[in-house]
């Protein structure tokens, strides 16, 4: 499910996506918040695996305090649908990565209309997309194909742009582009109003 994250919530998480591994002591002097108010907050997105918690540096005895940081795309969960890439490249013919993920987003039964309708097509997809102010900006935390993105980019990223294209065709949307890894912890896809 994506998360829709906003009020102070939203501001730890743009505070460590700002600052990269982050303590509590720090986050609450950046906030101006109290730290038990920050850990509050930090317990949710860990929660939703929107932070994870890591070690601290060292600075002198003992154990060292925690830091936060927003997770690289790879370590957003494990849901992985390799069946559906294989679907895609199995029965999109010969048109080529893009053209096969058109074809097969063309097929869909959710023809998105409005860029809230492509967070919930994303959702159902399983690229945890998280939107932001912008709604023609999505940031995707997860790639149900990591693995093969990470060693086959072009193609694999071809293919997601395809589905999206398909499933948007004919409709007042067009994706844009699709930025791979646009972000330490996310993909990047824009979208685009068509004009009569």
């Not at 990223?157 to 395809?162: N, P, Q, R, S, T």
């Not at 065709?169 to 009569?196: I, K, N, S, T, Y």
């Amino acid at each position: 499910m994506a998360h829709q994250v906003s009020g102070r919530r939203g501001q730890v998480l743009r505070a460590i996506r700002e600052a990269g591994p982050v303590g509590v002591a720090e986050l609450a002097r950046r906030l101006a918040l109290h730290p038990n108010s920050v850990r509050f907050h930090l317990d949710q997105l860990v929660a939703d695996e929107l932070v994870e918690r890591v070690p601290g540096a060292a600075r002198g005895p003992g154990r060292p305090a925690a830091e936060y940081r927003v997770p690289p795309v790879t370590a957003r969960g494990r849901d992985r649908r390799y069946e559906v890439l294989a679907e895609i490249l199995l029965t999109g013919g010969l048109d080529g990565p893009e053209g096969a993920g058109a074809a097969w987003g063309r097929r869909l039964p959710e023809r998105p209309g409005t860029p809230a309708q492509v967070v919930r097509l994303l959702d159902g997809l399983g690229f945890a997309p998280e939107p932001g102010g912008d709604p023609h900006r999505v940031r995707l935390r997860h790639c149900p194909f990591h693995e093969l993105a990470a060693r086959h980019r072009d193609a694999v990223c071809a293919v997601h742009l395809g589905m999206l294209s398909g499933a948007l065709e004919g409709g007042p949307l067009r994706a844009r582009q699709l930025l791979p890894f646009a972000e330490p912890d996310a993909c990047v896809l824009e979208l685009e109003e068509l004009r009569d």
